[in-house]
């Protein structure tokens, strides 16, 4: 079984960024002419062209090739990029290889995938440079075995735990929780059944 969760917007502080020729550090977003001035970084597309006809999105693909031990770059693996607990929490329950992110910058992504800091969103609500429109062209990657059939897109998809709980009665205070979601555990998003896809804690950033 494989597990998908969607990104978020805040991620940890000490993450890598990629860099340029230059050494200066990278910022993938998803319009850099809406940047407000001020940083210091280089704000690129992930799909824009870096260098000899290559992507960004290709050297980062080439970097977790060649650079998956060394990392001199400090990129964290896409499960501990996120600040939120689950996606660790996931990785730690159902094992790195059956753990996937749903990136807005990036596609599909394994957990273990290392990843550079971004700032690109699903959400309509996010400031105009952060914004992935449905019309946008990206060249996600898709880490899945089998393929991915065109670009990702967020939806909301009732897993057959939450269905389950669904049809459940509320409990009360006597009856206390229902079998198995013990009042003492902390939510992850997902039961203690295993689930097919599962969310961020909400309160942790938006939709990313």
């Known amino acids: 079984m494989k597990l998908v969760i969607q990104c ?3 991620k940890h502080p000490d993450a890598g960024y990629f ?8 910022k993938f977003v998803a319009n850099p002419a809406l940047v407000p001035s001020a940083e210091s970084l280089i704000h690129v597309r992930p799909d824009d062209t870096a260098a000899a006809g290559a992507s960004w999105r290709d050297l980062v693909a080439e970097y977790n090739h060649t650079s998956l031990r060394e990392n001199p770059l400090g990129l964290f693996p896409a499960h501990r990029l996120y600040l939120d607990r689950t996606y660790g929490d996931l990785v730690d329950a159902f094992g790195r290889d059956n753990v996937y992110v749903l990136s807005a910058g990036w596609g599909l992504i394994h957990s273990g995938f290392l990843t550079p800091q971004y700032d690109i969103t699903f959400s309509g609500s996010a400031e105009p440079y952060k914004r992935r429109r449905h019309q946008d062209t990206y060249a996600d990657f898709c880490h899945l075995e089998n393929g991915c059939e065109g670009p990702v897109r967020p939806r909301r998809v009732e897993s057959p735990c939450a269905a389950r709980h669904r049809a459940e009665p509320a409990p009360t205070a006597a009856q ?15 039961s203690a059944t295993p689930c097919t896809s599962a969310r961020p804690h909400s309160g942790r950033g938006g939709r990313q």
Do not use: C, T
């Open 8 to 10: 978020a917007a805040s």
């Open 19 to 26: 860099r340029n020729a230059d050494d200066r550090p990278v």
């Open 176 to 190: 206390g929780p229902p079998a198995g979601l013990g009042g003492g555990s902390r939510s992850m998003g997902r």
